[in-house]
């Protein structure tokens, strides 16, 4: 039998905007930080417990990481800070086989795209409703059979898209 593999993908809170602060240092909004915690406590409702986190090394997300109160083992990775879907696919790539259900928190557009570019249903409800808009928090659940190194376009199946409010 093969083993089915859970790939989430999350985007940061909604950030704060403060003068004089670099892209990669804005911290989240209040809302932001509301806003992952709902969506950290509906993936421990939701999904199998995470096993593995890969998160982008900005402070908007790592505080949503934070804020999750998701217990894993976390990678902050400075390649996934405004990375595409190829990217996010190699570093999903080199987490080993044991991890059965991976978080990964990072940006728009690369974490929307990343969905709909691993989704062989992205014609489906979820997906329709991510194209339209992916809100920051929000969530793609996904699953394969295929190993984390073999995920290229059309590898996966789109379960969940849920936006926590």
């Known amino acids: 039998m093969e083993s089915r593999r859970t790939l989430i993908l999350m985007r940061h809170g909604k950030s704060a905007y403060p003068d004089g602060v670099p892209d990669h240092d804005r911290p989240l909004a209040p809302r932001g930080q509301r806003e992952a915690a709902l969506g950290g406590s509906w993936l421990q409702q939701a999904t199998a417990p995470v096993d593995h986190v890969l998160c982008s090394s900005a402070v908007r997300t790592r505080e949503t990481f934070a804020a999750s109160g998701i217990d894993a083992p976390v990678e902050y990775l400075e390649s996934l800070y405004g990375a595409d879907p190829e990217i996010i696919a190699e570093e999903v790539g080199l987490i080993g086989e044991d991890s059965q259900t991976l978080l990964v928190i990072a940006h728009w557009p690369g974490i929307p795209e990343t969905a709909l ?33 073999q995920l290229d376009r059309g590898a996966a199946r789109l379960d969940k898209f849920h936006v926590p409010r």
Do not use: G, Y
Request: charged content about 35%; proline content about 0%.
């Open 117 to 149: 570019w691993l989704a062989d249903n992205d014609d489906s409800d979820e997906a329709d409703q991510m194209r339209s808009k992916f809100h920051t928090s929000a969530i793609a659940v996904l699953t394969t059979t295929r190993r984390w190194d």
